[in-house]
């Protein structure tokens, strides 16, 4: 079974700064995907970034950008310049290729200050 | 409005009693989720259809759950003879590729 795992429940940044979350994954897998999931208070769950595991080259969009190790199956989440608006319930995910149980780990609550 | 729509927001119902909820996915996604999400975790994957076939099941959804997608399109979920451990957030997503949530149904059972 394939497990998800987010060490650090609450995270704090000021804004203007750079903050990265953790995540680290359980599979034998070869062939599957990560993803961010960000939910901001009261509302839905929206998807940050994605990444193939079979792609070397770490995902970046805009001020967000990951750092995928999967030797190491380590899936961290770097947001750069946080803002105000980046405070959320940030969730990681794993999707097993050709499964559609995508499974989450427990998250981090981020809280951006001004 | 283009995004997954679930309703109702928010039900509150009597233990023992039924709920169904809806859930009308983005049209053109063929793929449609149901999670559960439970105060300060994340979303438990419940069960998947694509199109209107239910392809996949958790051990999650006991046989008091049962979800339905008539002709692919909008799902329901029901919930028979509701317990207080139901209470949850019961989200959808729909997806091609990548899944889009909605903002889910508050189930509180009391």
């Known amino acids: 079974a394939q497990t998800v795992t987010q060490s650090q429940p609450e995270m704090s940044v000021q804004e203007a700064e750079t903050v990265t979350l953790s995540c680290t994954y359980d599979t034998s897998e070869n062939n599957y995907y990560l993803f961010w999931y960000k939910q901001p208070p009261s509302r839905q769950m929206i998807l940050v970034i994605r990444?193939?595991?079979?792609?070397?080259q770490n995902a970046t969009e805009n001020r967000f950008s990951v750092n995928f190790q999967k030797a190491a199956k380590s899936f961290s989440l770097k947001i750069s310049d946080s803002q105000l608006g980046d405070t959320a319930m940030y969730f990681c995910a794993f999707m097993k290729q050709g499964v559609n149980d995508m499974r989450f780990g427990a998250g981090t609550r981020l809280t951006v200050k001004p | 409005d283009t995004g997954v729509s679930q309703n109702p927001r928010h039900k509150i119902t009597k233990r023992g009693q039924n709920v169904t909820f809806r859930c009308d996915p983005i049209?053109?996604?063929?793929?449609l989720y149901w999670y559960r999400q439970t105060l300060g975790q994340g979303p438990e994957f419940l069960t998947y259809f694509q199109n209107e076939a239910q392809l996949e099941k958790s051990r999650l959804l006991s046989d008091r759950f049962s979800a339905e997608r008539p002709k692919g399109s909008f799902s329901t979920l029901e919930i028979q003879r509701t317990e207080q451990g139901d209470s949850a957030m019961y989200l959808c997503a729909s997806s091609r590729t990548e899944a889009f949530f909605g903002q889910g149904t508050r189930l509180t059972v009391v």
């Open positions: 990444q193939e595991a079979y792609k070397q």
């Open positions: 049209s053109e996604h063929n793929r």
